[in-house]
């Protein structure tokens, strides 16, 4: 299953649900679509609503063999942990999808990290074609987590004092 | 120590998540926004709601008294944070009434710094950064030590 996902932002992200749905008529593979604010309605798409639970969207990312997401923090940290892999494709200002333009540089240096694949136009060629170089991309897992180790020790410093 | 962990809903919570470990034998609260994932706050520590802040100002005047009765109250020694708009509020406090901060702007910031990290920057005892790159668009305070993933 491929899981299409656009979060909970109030704007809608029309260019990626209607890339989705019409992908969706192409492959056989069954796509789930969550459409969030957008006002695209995935005609083709075999499961597709607007909200859910967050446990209902992790239970969807389980069970996921690739994830095309917005680029949001959230559900990229979630799919990273799942070891999933990810097509991103960012919301851009110009297209009134973001009030400005950070998930395209989230987007591009996680590209640039082999941890995702970018898409800045989403279109159905476009995400055929990351979907079929899916098998190629190294997913890395966790990197050591230096931040942990800090905060804990500025802590300590601290209840020293 | 007592510390509070200042987040909103979403991916702010998400990446708050990833931090939990370091505060293992503390004793931990949350201030943050209701929302569909309230019980899941819940079952990790208490915690104080309220409603989504954003960009409204009279909201962010509200939140201010909010956020002062909570500290008032639970006298935390640490406020820690990794966005948004909801730790303004926490982190002048914390400023006025020295308590310890550390603030970690979002995961999802790699070159541009977000509105609530330049309004946190001044006051925030530790301000943290996930990316290297960040810290071209910040002031000298401003550290990388790793990220949340």
């Known amino acids: 299953m491929i899981l299409v996902t656009v979060g909970t932002h109030p704007q809608g992200f029309e260019r990626l649900v209607r890339a989705a749905d019409e992908l969706?008529?192409?492959l056989e593979e069954e796509m789930v679509i969550q459409y969030g604010s957008s006002s695209y309605l995935p005609r083709f798409a075999a499961r597709s609503f607007d909200f859910t639970s967050s446990e209902e969207m992790k239970r969807l990312m389980k069970q996921a063999r690739i994830i095309i997401s917005h680029a949001a923090a959230g559900t990229i940290i979630t799919a990273l942990l799942l070891e999933k892999p990810l097509i991103l494709v960012p919301?851009?200002?110009?297209?009134?999808?973001?009030?400005?333009?950070?998930?395209?540089?989230?987007?591009?240096?996680?590209h640039d990290e082999n941890r995702a694949i970018k898409?800045?136009?989403p279109q159905i060629e476009t995400l055929s074609n990351a979907i079929r170089i899916i098998p190629e991309l190294s997913i890395q897992p966790r990197k050591p987590n230096s931040?942990?180790?800090y905060i804990r020790q500025k802590l300590i410093d601290w209840e020293k004092r | 120590?007592?510390?509070c962990l200042v987040c909103s809903h979403g991916g702010h919570f998400t990446e708050t998540l990833q931090i939990l470990e370091a505060f293992a034998g503390h004793d931990i609260f949350f201030a943050?926004?209701?929302?569909?994932?309230?019980?899941?706050?819940e079952q990790i520590a208490r915690a104080y709601f309220t409603e989504n802040i954003g960009y409204h100002v009279v909201r962010m005047i509200k939140a201010f008294f909010w956020a002062f009765l909570i500290l008032w109250k639970e006298k935390p020694q640490v406020i820690v944070s990794l966005g948004s708009e909801i730790a303004v509020p926490f982190f002048y406090w914390g400023w006025l009434l020295r308590i310890h901060t550390i603030y970690i702007e979002s995961?999802?910031?790699?070159?541009?710094?977000?509105l609530t990290g330049k309004l946190v920057y001044p006051v925030a005892e530790v301000f943290l950064v996930q990316w290297q790159q960040l810290l071209k668009a910040c002031g000298k305070k401003a550290r990388y030590v790793g990220a949340v993933i």
């Open chain 2, 107 to 114: 995961w999802c910031r790699v070159e541009t710094l977000s």
């Open chain 1, 147 to 149: 931040l942990l180790f």
């Open chain 1, 24 to 26: 969706a008529a192409r």
């Open chain 1, 119 to 121: 898409i800045l136009d």
């Open chain 1, 91 to 110: 919301r851009s200002k110009k297209y009134k999808e973001s009030l400005d333009d950070h998930q395209i540089q989230l987007t591009s240096i996680l």
């Open chain 2, 1 to 3: 120590m007592k510390i």
């Open chain 2, 32 to 41: 943050t926004y209701y929302s569909s994932r309230s019980k899941d706050v």
